[in-house]
């Protein structure tokens, strides 16, 4: 199948009712028509769709590669996009978390240079998600970061970040309650960075104030956050009801319960909602116990990954195509909807380009071929197809 001149498609497009048969020569669109009926086809039938390619805005990392790892470099960097091209994600942001002042910067150093050196990854990676370390020291919205690597924001410390990574910061993760936070979100959008409110829990007057700031963004919306909070003045309220404010939603199937889902995709505007995985490195991992930062954890048959011995999450083990499946699922999106959502959406408000997916002759071939497997429970892909580096399963 690799080797064939031509290969030829059938599936129905998102957002249409009849299926098509394309064919691609060359990265190209040769022909597309809707007779199916009496065209031989290489890949799929009426039952498959053919959606965009995603883009993922939180990765932690996949396949036992973690971005958080010492030994992380430009060839483990590339062995994780390449793994995660093959679930149609063809840009993803990597993800540093709250750590020392050394490590971030090691680990922006390490990402930057790559992305300098190698065409594939700066392509596939527009730059670095800061998830802290600028975040609530408080327990409850730190969540898993660690305390001792919580800081106030500094400018000082984000340039060092900033230098490090040949400037690929694409935006920050950070409480605006933290002392100075107001003053540090006007800066970073001064300097192209985009700003997220999460892991904190700050009240409504100062949300306010940080998006007149210029923060944009909420990070996993209803995680990060204390446990009990007031009934009218929190976080979840504010960031569903202000519409200058996009939310990400991490739906796994774990870390939201499907009420919440539905009520996410009731409140806020499909053009600000961005779905995201959160992967950590035990995405794509068989079910076990591991070790994740000196601690035990066990990824369970369903996906869950949890502190060992406990019903405490310890991060997601999700892809992105997964959370697409369980947020149509639980909401009244359309599939259309659901896969803007995992892509034209995040890049349009984080400024990414993405391969269009426009589905006519003449054009480049950027899409996913997909079906929905026997149980009903997830998508199966079939052949992904991007600037001539086409995947294909059979």
């Known amino acids: 199948m690799r080797h064939k001149e031509t290969i030829t498609i059938c599936g129905i497009p998102i957002g249409k009712k009849k299926p098509v048969v394309c064919a691609i020569k060359d990265g190209n669109i040769i022909r597309i028509k809707e007779d199916v009926k009496t065209k031989a086809v290489d890949i799929g039938d009426e039952e498959i769709i053919m959606a965009p390619l995603l883009l993922d805005i939180q990765v932690n990392g996949g396949f036992g590669i973690s971005i958080q790892d010492e030994n992380l470099n430009e060839e483990r960097l590339l062995k994780l996009s390449e793994r995660l091209f093959r679930l149609g994600i063809i840009r993803w942001v990597p993800t540093i978390v709250s750590n020392s002042i050394e490590k971030t910067e090691y680990l922006c150093k390490v990402i930057g240079d790559s992305l300098k050196k190698n065409k594939e990854l700066s392509f596939a990676i527009p730059g670095i998600h800061l998830e802290g370390?600028?975040?609530?020291?408080?327990?409850?919205?730190?969540?898993?970061?660690?305390?001792?690597?919580?800081?106030?924001?500094?400018?000082?410390?984000?340039?060092?970040?900033?230098?490090?990574?040949?400037?690929?910061?694409?935006?920050?993760?950070?409480?605006?309650?933290?002392?100075?936070?107001?003053?540090?979100?006007?800066?970073?959008?001064?300097?192209?960075?985009?700003?997220?409110?999460?892991?904190?829990?700050?009240?409504?007057?100062?949300?306010?104030?940080?998006?007149?700031?210029g923060a944009g963004l909420c990070t996993h919306i209803g995680n990060g956050i204390q446990n009990y909070i007031h009934r009218h003045n929190n976080p979840i309220w504010y960031s569903l009801a202000e519409d200058r404010l996009s939310v990400s939603v991490i739906a796994d199937g774990h870390h939201l319960p499907p009420t919440v889902l539905k009520v996410i995709a009731k409140c806020k505007k499909p053009n600000n909602i961005i779905l995201v995985s959160d992967a950590t490195q035990f995405m794509g991992m068989p079910p076990g116990v591991y070790q994740e930062f000196g601690a035990p954890v066990e990824l369970k048959q369903d996906g869950k990954l949890c502190l060992k011995g406990t019903p405490y999450l310890a991060g997601s083990a999700s892809s992105l195509l997964d959370c697409i499946f369980v947020w149509k699922e639980h909401t009244p999106y359309s599939w259309e909807m659901t896969f803007k959502c995992g892509a034209s959406v995040p890049a349009k408000k984080l400024k990414i380009k993405m391969p269009p997916f426009t589905l006519k002759k003449g054009v480049k071939a950027n899409f996913i071929c997909a079906k929905i497997n026997k149980e009903k429970t997830k998508w199966v892909l079939l052949g992904i197809f991007c600037n001539n580096k086409n995947f294909i399963y059979v």
Do not use: C
């Open 133 to 213: 370390p600028w975040i609530s020291p408080e327990d409850g919205p730190r969540g898993a970061h660690a305390k001792e690597y919580i800081r106030t924001p500094s400018i000082k410390e984000f340039e060092k970040y900033y230098k490090s990574a040949n400037g690929k910061i694409l935006y920050v993760t950070l409480a605006p309650e933290q002392k100075g936070a107001i003053s540090f979100i006007k800066y970073l959008v001064s300097k192209g960075v985009h700003v997220s409110l999460g892991h904190h829990n700050a009240d409504v007057p100062i949300m306010q104030k940080a998006v007149e700031a």
